[in-house]
């Protein structure tokens, strides 16, 4: 097996291309410098050998066509479907024998499950039809679990056209409570209360995460509210299909807890399904990327498709448990190399990316969760290590920080 670590761990496949934050000290880079280059990967590959990958890559594509990797299994999409709804009539039902705890688990594993399945319609991966993707999305995700799916895609598209790049990449912009690059500093107000807890994001990162699914709730509400006027035709057409759809959701969901006893039952049952189901799905979303390299604005890697999305994204080693939970995204460098293949042919097409990988010098990034993990809490203290020395400069005075 192929493996790259990146510059928090022991070794680069390519030294050319080696982030510069690392030795900045050592080099006498400034220190505005420095902080601009953590986290921060710099692609430097000749003109020809970019030129080669690229060739080499649109070999790989046509392969994989011809392959048939791109074409869907309509039995594998209708039991996805089929194993969402029976974890959902299982916490019914378990609701229903007053198991509120088990019930509320349940269903945030359903959840879970579903959001795979919004993400994989919003590809377009099951029907040739974009009208038949999009109406499975409406269903799986605004009406099944109250995502939306205009304004996940909105999001979303971007960050496959630009994963890692600063200033592109929505999913790296997570200020005021987390900087995942040094240059977002520049943007904070180190007067901010909030401006305080940066030097700690490290250490309360992880217990934010399962916030995550109540987050992008309150987004898609936010977004279907303001969909009427969105700068994109598409979305305005479909403004009515959002809000009804939503709208149709939370009715579902009051009727569900009417039936339970009680107000706080209620306000129990929202958050463990929610939270459980939020930590579910951003324990995976997490690990992919944001334990890679970021890369700048201009940088040239944004001219080289595949090197773009190999040198920012990492997969958790497979397994049988881990394909099933993760909903295939521990397959992330396949996925995003060829967004449109279905989750079952990820797999398939794994030894290909990795010959690819080999032939043409570039990394293949795959690690077991706690090292992935670790890779991603270990890209925050760098950048809370810098806030700390920021605040104490705008401040005038230092206290202790991560």
């Not at 709804?85 to 299982?90: C, H, P, R």
């Not at 180190?190 to 700690?200: D, I, N």
């Not at 035709?233 to 009417?258: G, M, N």
């Not at 992330?332 to 030894?351: A, G, S, W, Y």
Request: proline letters at 3%.
């Amino acid at each position: 097996m192929t493996e790259h670590r990146d510059q928090a761990g022991d070794s680069s496949a390519d030294t050319a291309d080696k982030p510069v934050a690392e030795n900045g000290k050592k080099h006498g880079i400034g220190a505005q410098d420095k902080i601009d280059g953590i986290n921060m990967g710099k692609f430097s590959k000749s003109p020809e050998i970019n030129e080669k990958i690229c060739q080499s890559f649109d070999h790989l594509r046509c392969r994989v066509r011809e392959l048939g990797l791109l074409s869907a299994d309509n039995t594998f999409f209708v039991r996805k479907f089929a194993e969402a709804v029976a974890l959902i009539a299982f916490a019914v039902f378990l609701q229903s024998r007053t198991y509120f705890f088990a019930s509320a688990l349940t269903m945030g594993l359903a959840f879970q499950q579903l959001g795979w399945m919004i993400h994989e319609y919003g590809h377009q991966q099951h029907f040739g039809s974009r009208w038949w993707n999009d109406a499975c999305g409406y269903v799986c995700g605004n009406l099944m679990q109250g995502f939306s799916l205009g304004g996940w895609k909105e999001q979303h598209n971007v960050h496959h056209a630009a994963p890692n790049v600063d200033g592109r990449d929505g999913d790296l912009d997570l200020l005021p409570l987390w900087a995942t690059v040094g240059t977002q500093l520049k943007r904070v107000d180190g007067t901010s209360p909030l401006a305080q807890l940066l030097p700690f994001q490290h250490l309360y990162w992880t217990f934010m995460l399962p916030m995550l699914r109540i987050s992008w709730l309150l987004q898609s509400i936010q977004f279907a509210v303001q969909t009427r006027h969105s700068f994109y035709d598409i979305h305005r057409e479909r403004a009515l299909v959002e809000q009804l759809t939503l709208a149709l959701h939370w009715t579902l969901v009051l009727i569900q807890y009417y039936y339970l006893p009680d107000n706080l039952t209620r306000l129990q049952y929202f958050l463990v399904s929610n939270l459980f189901a939020g930590f579910l799905i951003a324990h995976v979303v997490t690990y992919n990327h944001y334990s890679a390299d970021k890369f700048a604005y201009d940088d040239p890697i944004l001219e080289n498709y595949a090197c773009l999305q190999l040198y920012t994204t990492r997969n958790m080693r497979p397994g049988l448990v881990i394909d099933w939970l993760w909903g295939g995204l521990n397959y992330q460098i396949e996925h995003h190399l060829f967004p449109t293949m279905p989750r079952h042919n990820l797999k398939k097409v794994m030894p290909l990316v990795k010959q690819f990988c080999a032939e043409n010098d570039v990394p293949y990034m795959v690690d077991d969760y706690f090292t992935g993990f670790r890779l991603v809490i270990e890209h925050l203290r760098r950048v809370a290590e810098a806030a700390t020395d920021t605040l104490c400069s705008s401040q005038n005075h230092c206290g202790k920080g991560a």
